[in-house]
């Protein structure tokens, strides 16, 4: 049972013009008090008034840089990113996953557990066990502490801290904050796990310049995070972001939601599998990268139709959403050399844009520590607001 209270929030930024001004440093740094003053649209003197209690307390420090013209050298603001900790946790099936980070989302430990039972009350052990092993590993990491981020496939309601429905765990109505906040000791905080990616891109990723953004994930199947205005939308109860399940072909393929047709039995990783001949999607790269002869060509070739149908994909998130930027991540990314050339070719075809858009698509380097930190940025963006 908790011993402490269990809730986000750091006393020093208690103030929302505080916190605020924080937030613009921890997404930007290093960064000038001009630039700073010029974003927040206040005046130096009310920056400056506003950032000294940070400054004291050691959460902001100031590092002086080479001048660039005549006169004192310019003062650069950065946050002190070990002043605290957060872990980030990903509930997949059968398998979690977690990570501890700084303040800036670096990667302090690491760990994982398999063959977790999908019971939610066995889960949550799991978790709860993990959660302690990854704090115990790094020193001091507990008691800098801010919370537990956890990254959940399906619909999730935020604010209510449940999982509303995940067909890949088979969960529906799983209250997932409140127990594991009692067995942790720590304030928990779950969303979907795309949408987790989309608030770590806008914390520290390409989303930092962007107030309308998009981030798709490639991988089992095709997920969806939208940042509109500088926040994840996630539509009614979370429910929002369903790439995956768009409908391209009347009475195609069986999909795993049930339904036939929708973009990731098209391309999703089991799609390509099956139509490269391969038994799975890592085999298939392989085969298509390495291999001769007609089973390379095919594994290519079902490469190319995969990204053909996901350009399709990316066009209703363009002609919907008209962001400013999409980045393509996930597991699936690591086969954009594959994909590329049918996703672009297609996304010229059918965004209204065309391909003055394609500028703005950006794919994320492969990175094992992906869903981790982006769960533990829900704890770091929770802990801000």
């Not at 449940?162 to 127990?179: E, F």
Request: overall charge negative.
């Amino acid at each position: 049972m908790s011993t402490r209270k269990q809730a986000f929030g750091v006393p020093a930024l208690k103030d929302p013009h505080r916190s605020g001004l924080f937030s613009l440093v921890l997404r930007h740094a290093p960064i000038s008090r001009v630039e700073l003053a010029r974003q927040a649209s206040l005046d130096p003197s009310t920056i400056a008034r506003t950032l000294r209690p940070l400054v004291d307390q050691g959460y902001v420090v100031e590092a002086p840089t080479a001048p660039s013209g005549r006169g004192r050298p310019e003062r650069l603001l950065e946050v002190v990113a070990g002043k605290h900790t957060a872990v980030g946790i990903k509930i997949g099936p059968r398998v979690i996953s977690g990570v501890v980070t700084d303040l800036g989302a670096n990667v302090l430990a690491r760990g994982e557990d398999i063959d977790v039972p999908l019971d939610p009350v066995d889960t949550f052990r799991a978790v709860a066990a993990l959660v302690d092993r990854l704090l115990t590993s790094v020193p001091g990491a507990r008691e800098k502490a801010l919370g537990v981020g956890v990254a959940v496939s399906g619909h999730v309601d935020p604010d209510a801290g449940t999982c509303r429905y995940s067909p890949i765990l088979g969960w529906r109505g799983v209250d997932v904050a409140k127990p594991l906040a009692e067995l942790t000791a720590l304030p928990v905080t779950v969303h979907n796990d795309v949408n987790a990616l989309a608030v770590a891109e806008h914390l520290f990723g390409d989303g930092r310049n962007a107030r309308n953004f998009a981030v798709v994930t490639l991988g089992p199947g095709v997920g969806l995070g939208l940042v509109i205005d500088g926040k994840v939308y996630g539509g009614a109860h979370g429910t929002a972001g369903e790439l995956g399940h768009i409908p391209l072909v009347p009475d195609g393929p069986l999909c795993s939601c049930g339904r036939r047709g929708c973009l990731e039995a098209l391309a999703g990783d089991a799609a390509i599998a099956s139509a490269a001949g391969a038994t799975d999607v890592d085999a298939a790269m392989e085969l298509a990268r390495t291999g001769s002869g007609s089973p390379s060509a095919g594994a290519r070739s079902a490469f190319a139709a995969a990204g053909g149908w996901i350009g399709r994909g990316l066009a209703v998130v363009c002609n919907l959403a008209a962001p400013e930027l999409i980045v393509i991540t996930g597991e699936g990314s690591a086969a954009y050399d594959l994909l590329g050339e049918g996703l672009t070719a297609s996304l010229k075809e059918y965004a209204f844009e065309g391909e003055d858009f394609l500028p703005r698509l950006k794919v994320a380097a492969p990175d094992a520590d992906l869903w981790g930190k982006g769960a533990a940025c829900l704890a770091i963006q929770r802990s801000l607001s």
